[in-house]
């Protein structure tokens, strides 16, 4: 039996149809948003590149045309073919590279190069092309293996960067430290593909257990995706101690 110093539980209010329909709005839009936009963008690079590749392809040839003689409709009617472009770059582009590595092919290469190389405002513009494409594009070595810790800005404030290479030259000789020193892209959130290049001790480097995958998602996220939420909620130890000691 109650008695009058008995408090009610306490309930959760309960929602309005105006708040449930918003609720319901929400949960949709986080469903729907990344879907539609990944279609969007996916469509989108497709009409670019058809709509670079196709002038390039002479007119009785296009998807459209040949869709219009093999039915036998009115050439009047526009009928939309997407992904066409996209398959012949695929093959020009594959041709091109089994080209590029014969023997024929490097040395057209070599001389088309040395007759950019003789023009002034084109030599520019080339070679700082030709330095990002292979940068970002080259299949070698080269690339982000690890993630790691850094001290940045200051002492005791810490920041996700990518370890490139170990320093050499110049760098090792002038710099003013004991020890190895490696080269660490710091990145920016949430573009990571800008950032600052630190030049830092070994030292006071300390690798992460985490993926390079998922310490982009960190930094593209602001913190807001990270890869061990689900193990350090369950009461599991974190996969790296920061500071590397108890």
């Not at 039996?1 to 209010?13: G, Y």
């Not at 950019?116 to 080259?138: D, H, L, M, N, W």
């Not at 710091?186 to 030049?199: A, H, M």
Request: charged letters at 20%; hydrophobic letters at 45%; one cysteine or more.
């Amino acid at each position: 039996m109650n008695t009058p110093f008995d408090h009610d539980p306490i309930q959760p209010p309960k929602r309005g149809l105006l708040g449930r329909f918003r609720g319901n709005f929400l949960t949709g839009l986080v469903v729907i948003a990344p879907v539609g936009l990944t279609i969007w963008l996916i469509w989108s690079v497709v009409g670019w590149i058809d709509g670079f590749v196709l002038p390039l392809v002479p007119l009785k040839y296009h998807p459209d045309r040949l869709i219009q003689d093999l039915l036998g409709l009115d050439p009047l009617s526009q009928i939309n073919v997407r992904g066409i472009g996209v398959i012949i770059f695929l093959i020009f582009t594959v041709f091109v590279g089994w080209l590029a590595k014969g023997i024929i092919g490097r040395s057209f290469i070599r001389f088309a190069e040395s007759l950019v190389e003789r023009t002034p405002v084109v030599r520019s513009i080339y070679s700082g092309i030709k330095q990002i494409s292979e940068t970002i594009f080259a299949q070698n070595e080269r690339s982000f293996e690890k993630a790691c810790l850094i001290e940045y800005p200051r002492k005791g404030i810490w920041a996700i960067g990518f370890i490139s290479t170990e320093a050499k030259g110049e760098i090792t000789e002038r710099a003013n430290t004991d020890g190895d020193i490696m080269s660490i892209f710091l990145p920016t959130t949430p573009n990571p593909t800008s950032g600052f290049l630190l030049f830092v001790p070994k030292r006071d480097v300390i690798e992460l257990d985490m993926t390079v995958e998922d310490s982009a998602k960190l930094v593209i996220s602001a913190g807001l995706v990270y890869p061990n939420s689900k193990t350090l909620e369950s009461g599991g130890a974190p996969i790296a101690d920061l500071n590397g000691r108890v």
